[in-house]
């Protein structure tokens, strides 16, 4: 503020100095007001002169060079000047210590061995690390500016970069060498861009698929003596008769063990299959709530009447799913509430509307278990109460088949549970799997005329 008075003050010197210059020289030439318009204009004229002046010489400045020195002034246009190179120097500064930090960014992703690629507002490849150029064949030659979708032409990639869901990230084929695996993730940032990043997975892609190779060859080698074994069990329970007390003991245990160990395999043999397999026959038309009162049946047999079952069905479409891969997922999600909540529990089975889909939910007011399991609870073996678990008999196999079904059918699973207010499994189909309800037969009157 200081600044503009001074600048006040400046101007009014002048023009009381040029005033009273032209009220002496209006005196002597006996006119004093045209004397003293004359003084004050050229006054007037003299400040805008400097101004101007010093005007120039800031677009001098500015033009030639402004990291310079900057050109002498007064007044206010000193001030000016001063603050101007302050700035000026200031943002220098600032802009060095950007490009420095995007140097180290460079040079980081160079160092990368994973493939990192920058791609506009628009999909189209903006800047890339030598791994990029190397993982996806990648030139900055001519390469810059065109989609990345050019490049990368698998359909499951362009799905996958136009659904603008990343939260899991992609495994496809290399575009370059054909043997080798590429995991793929997108990050959105600033106004719609995209960080690309791409990483070789091929060997332990490979590791993976030996292992399932090898659980679905031990569990299918393991079927026949199984199979033998409880065979020549059951044999020998029939005679239990005649056998020491203390050997019939043995045997129950054994034909126990041995079913449980059937079980195990059989469910591992299906979650190879699961894993391996093409989905099949995967479009049936389904009535789920007929679905879900033979479950329903059939868990009342292994309930012994000690639960409630009820069936809600509020959904009249149906769903477009393998019939025997769906029932065995609901038939794992039932059948373990049957087996971990205490007697007298109620178990709800719900076919119900879901946002744009619908949803089968299995639902239990029994003990349910802290929030902290539920992550993990789709692993294999992966057990809430080990003790309980093994007294029931199960294998730990089973919410991992519901997953890898509900994968194959394009579904998701829901899991809500606290501690004593049971829990609730959503199995949450979209809208591409429901079909239309049937039509409800019309009845005809016998006098009706066909």
Same mark, same amino acid.
């Given at each position: ?15 009381? &100095? ?12 006996? @006119? ?6 004359? &003084? ?24 030639? @060079? ?125 106004? %719609? ?86 989905? %099949? ?84 007011? &029994?003990? &349910? ?82």
């Amino acid at each position: 503020m200081r600044y503009w008075i001074n600048e006040l003050w400046r101007l009014g010197y002048m023009l009381f &100095g040029l005033g009273a210059i032209g009220l002496l020289l209006g005196e002597l030439g006996h @006119n004093l007001l045209a004397g003293l318009g004359w &003084g004050l204009a050229a006054g007037l004229g003299l400040y805008v002169f400097l101004h101007l002046r010093h005007v120039r010489k800031l677009y001098i400045w500015l033009l030639k @060079n402004p990291r310079e020195a900057p050109p002498p002034g007064t007044g206010v246009w000193g001030d000016l000047f001063d603050r101007l190179y302050s700035y000026q120097k200031a943002q220098t500064q600032l802009q060095g210590r950007l490009r420095d930090i995007l140097r180290r960014i460079q040079d980081s992703c160079e160092a990368m061995r994973d493939s990192v690629v920058m791609l506009d507002s628009r999909g189209d490849l903006d800047w890339w690390n030598s791994a990029a150029g190397d993982m996806l064949g990648l030139q900055a030659d001519h390469d810059r500016g065109q989609p990345i979708t050019n490049f990368l032409r698998d359909p499951r990639f362009i799905a996958y970069f136009e659904s603008g869901d990343y939260r899991e990230p992609l495994l496809i084929p290399s575009p370059v060498q054909a043997n080798h695996s590429l995991q793929f993730h997108l990050t959105l940032f600033g106004d %719609n861009e995209r960080l690309l990043m791409a990483r070789d997975v091929t060997r332990l892609h490979q590791l993976e698929m030996m292992r399932r190779d090898f659980v679905a060859n031990v569990s299918h080698e393991l079927r026949t003596p199984l199979t033998v074994l409880a065979g020549y069990l059951e044999t020998y329970s029939d005679h239990a008769g005649q056998l020491p007390e203390r050997w019939q003991r043995g045997f129950g245990q054994m034909q126990a063990q041995t079913t449980r160990m059937q079980n195990l395999v059989e469910d591992l043999l299906l979650l190879s299959r699961l894993e391996i397999d093409s989905p %099949n026959n995967d479009r049936e038309t389904l009535d789920v709530a007929t679905l879900l009162a033979g479950i329903a049946a059939d868990a009342r047999e292994l309930s012994t009447e000690r639960h409630q079952l009820t069936i809600e069905a509020e959904e009249p479409r149906q769903l477009l799913a393998n019939t025997k891969e769906i029932r065995s997922a609901i038939s794992n999600l039932v059948f373990n509430a049957v087996r971990y909540t205490p007697a007298g529990s109620t178990i709800t089975l719900r076919w119900k509307p879901w946002h744009d889909g619908a949803a089968i939910e299995v639902e239990d007011d &029994g003990d &349910g278990f802290d929030p902290i399991h539920i992550p993990r609870l789709t692993e294999r073996f992966y057990r809430v109460d080990k003790g309980r678990s093994a007294a029931t008999g199960g294998t730990g196999l089973g919410l991992a088949i519901v997953k890898h079904v509900l994968l194959r059918h394009e579904a998701t699973l829901e899991i809500v549970s606290r501690p004593g207010l049971g829990a609730r499994f959503r199995c949450v189909f979209p809208a591409s799997r429901l079909a239309a309800a049937p039509a409800r037969p019309t009845s005809v009157s016998p006098d009706t005329p066909a």
